[in-house]
């Protein structure tokens, strides 16, 4: 598969309903919570160029531990086991090796049919906030699908071209609370524990919209852009839209959206700006709905806070410093 990354510059009609979870290999929930055990669920949405898939293989991150797959009617299931870096403790026992690799073989999943692939394990000694990248190949006869791609402590998945399917570590106490409430509950978990990832992370607040979790990427040299990544939540009965921001720090400041369409991954300027419904929040985040300052006067460097002004439509503007986190290795893809 070509999965080519475009900057989508023109106002293509894009229809409403693709995602990046209908053409990567994802998990079928982007967070997992520390020290329980739980069952991830690996979707594969599709074949190779059109070719059915015979086996699925994962790698499992050190830190996911005592995995143990679901076996699937017409698939053989192949463990291999290795040595973990660490010793971890299962219910007393020093564990220091188990899987480390995952096989699912022998079956035919058409290109036409979607399917998902189960691990029940438990993420232990991982900090709430990382993410746990499991590359993952699929093989289709003589042809394969490599997810692969990790992106680097702090770096922007937008460069990736065939990314990893990744999880989100949630704090255990935090999930825990959201357990108690319904499901939407659970996106404020992940919003806590972003949050406490982010020193110096405000709250900032205009009538009924809240603006959490606001950071910028640290630029490399030569990098022409820099990143904006924040959470709004509309505690209104009102639905509101963030239609524009300014910086002081750069030219312009647009609002993207970074989504796959088909299999291509594309970013395009929202000229219309986000929507943030009544009652709901919207998580401007990597690979997701992003701000991108254009025409940056200083690159911004870790430790650097920008200032950006966000306008909604029916709240008004909105001040919001963001703390400037440190840089991957890698750009924004915006080059
Ligand atoms: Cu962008």
Known sequence: MKTKMILAVTGLCLSAGWQQAEAHVSFATPN????????????????????????????????????????????????????????????????????????????????????????????????????????????????????????????????????APTLRVVAADTAAQAGHDHSAMHMDASTSAAEAKVENAGTYTAGDITVTSAYARAMLPGQPVGGGYLTVTNKGAIDDRLVSATSPSAGTVEIHEMAMQGETMRMRKLNDGVAVPAGGTVELKPGGFHLMFMKVKAPFKAGDSVLLTLTFEKAGPVEVLLPVKAAGTTGTGHE
């Open 32 to 163: 997992v919570t520390a020290e329980k055990t739980t069952v991830i669920a690996l979707q594969v949405p599709h074949g190779c160029d059109g070719q059915p898939t015979n086996e699925v293989r994962i790698s499992l991150p050190e830190g996911f531990v005592f995995a143990k797959p679901q076996p699937k009617p017409g698939w053989q299931l192949e463990i291999i086991t290795g040595t973990y870096a660490k010793t971890y403790d299962n219910h007393g026992d020093k564990v220091t090796s188990g899987p480390v690799e995952i096989r699912w073989k022998g079956g035919e999943l058409a290109d036409a049919f979607y399917d998902t692939f189960n691990i029940q394990g438990k993420v232990s000694g991982i900090e709430a906030g990382a993410n746990l990248a499991f590359p993952t190949v699929q093989l289709c006869g003589d042809k394969q699908e490599a997810w692969t791609d990790v992106a680097k402590d702090g770096a922007d998945p937008h460069t990736l071209k065939s990314p």
